[in-house]
């Protein structure tokens, strides 16, 4: 009698382990991978807006090409810089060239009270912001670039979990970052 109970609670232990297993996986082993994809899938675009920021901050001019060199403005490095980086990268990081924002300010080298304390030159949308008479040569410069990006999941299993930012759609993530730039001559409009 003890031999056919044990035997049956084999049979039945062997039954039950691919039903364990497959809840396993569906439940805890999707889930862990996507969100690994999701963190690697991230830190492109968080690269890409550093990246990015970087090159702008290098770069002679802000909107217009350089007439004297024929170096691109900061806008197109940083574009350019930006899908640079997401070319290299893991697939699954989406943004276009109009998701790529980049703008300046000048922060000032002194602290003298008849100067503003932050001037902008570039709006958020790229066009230039009025002449600002009290900015010149004794500001250091900051680049901003911000990046609006789709990072998309690795495994959609919207059948079991539904609509689930992350796990079965796309996350919309907006990343920003920021260089200093010293020009001593003031940055060419």
């Known amino acids: 009698m003890i031999s056919r109970q044990s035997s049956n609670q084999k049979g039945a232990s062997l039954v039950e382990m691919p039903v364990a297993l497959s809840i396993f996986i569906i439940f805890l082993l999707f889930p862990l991978i996507d969100l690994a994809t999701i963190a690697l899938r991230s830190a492109t675009a968080y690269y890409a807006a550093y990246n990015a920021a970087h090159s702008a ?13 024929g170096k ?16 290299a990268a893991l697939a699954g990081t989406n943004f276009e060239d109009g998701d790529i924002k980049a703008r300046i300010l000048a922060l000032p080298l002194n602290s003298d009270p008849t100067k503003p304390r932050k001037a902008d030159f570039i709006g958020a949308d790229n066009k230039p912001l009025p002449p600002d008479p009290g900015v010149d040569q004794d500001y250091i410069y900051q680049v901003e670039v911000s990046i609006d990006a789709s ?21 919309p993530l907006k990343v920003t970052s920021r260089q200093n730039v010293e020009n001593p001559d003031g940055w060419v409009r």
């Open 151 to 171: 990072i998309e999941p690795l495994f959609t299993l919207s059948t079991i979990f539904g609509q689930v930012p992350g796990l079965t759609i796309a996350i």
């Open 72 to 87: 691109p403005s900061a806008c197109e490095e940083a574009i350019r810089a930006a899908q640079a980086t997401k070319a």
């Open 57 to 69: 901050a290098r770069a002679p001019t802000f909107l217009a090409d350089d007439p004297a060199t």
